[in-house]
């Protein structure tokens, strides 16, 4: 199965940068946000896909995150 959206998070002590991507298109573009449990809903809830099953979320995290 292909996916609409992939959400790559590298989630970090204080910040997390994700990289939200079209498959389809490669378009791509960077965010970054302080780290905190509703922040990280709130990208995950505004940028999944409905339904959410067609977003892969991809995360990369360090000793210290």
């Not at 994700?18 to 809903?41: G, V």
């Not at 709130?42 to 409905?50: M, P, Q």
């Amino acid at each position: 199965m292909g996916y609409e959206k992939i959400i790559a998070l590298d989630l970090g002590k204080f910040k997390t940068v994700a990289c939200l991507m079209d498959p389809a298109t490669r378009e791509h573009r960077f965010d970054t946000l302080a780290m905190s449990p509703a922040n990280l809903h709130e990208l995950l809830a505004t940028e999944a896909t409905l339904p959410p099953r067609h977003t892969l979320v991809v995360v990369e995290t360090c000793d210290t995150a």
